[in-house]
């Protein structure tokens, strides 16, 4: 089993930053896919950035540019670096994992399905106000 524990939430002014932490601990012995979802105030859940086991990256087209993800396999973390944030990115972000093969379809392509990730925390409150 994997744990996955999210940190860095809170309330920022809009144009401010944030740096999301995701720990994974458990059965992490093999590198994982990771992403970051979020889901606002009567919103369906999205994907905003995910890394691959071999670090290659992709975002959200809402967040390219302002979004950075990146992650230590040393310390089981992944980090999502949130600059220039909306008002309307305030959500409950969640850190995702999958370890082992990639479930359906080429990474690059579906790394925003949330029925690839069999792992999920528990969630970080980010609040953006105008």
């Known amino acids: 089993q994997v744990q996955l524990v999210e940190s860095g939430g809170g309330s920022v002014q809009a144009g401010g930053s944030l740096r999301l932490s995701c720990v994974a601990s458990?059965?992490?012995?093999?590198?994982?896919?990771m992403g970051w979802f979020r889901q606002g105030p009567g919103k369906e859940r999205e994907g905003v950035a995910g890394i691959s086991s071999g670090f290659s990256t992709s975002y959200a087209d809402s967040v390219k540019g302002r979004f950075a993800i990146s992650r230590d396999n040393a310390k089981n973390t992944v980090y999502l670096q949130m600059n220039s944030l909306k008002p309307e990115e305030t959500a409950q972000y969640y850190c995702?994992?999958?370890?082992?093969?990639w479930g359906v379809g080429n990474w690059y392509g579906t790394w925003y399905d949330q029925t690839n990730y069999n792992y999920w925390g528990q969630g970080t409150q980010v609040t953006v106000s105008s």
């Open positions: 458990g059965d992490t012995t093999s590198r994982g896919y």
């Open positions: 995702a994992a999958r370890f082992g093969p």
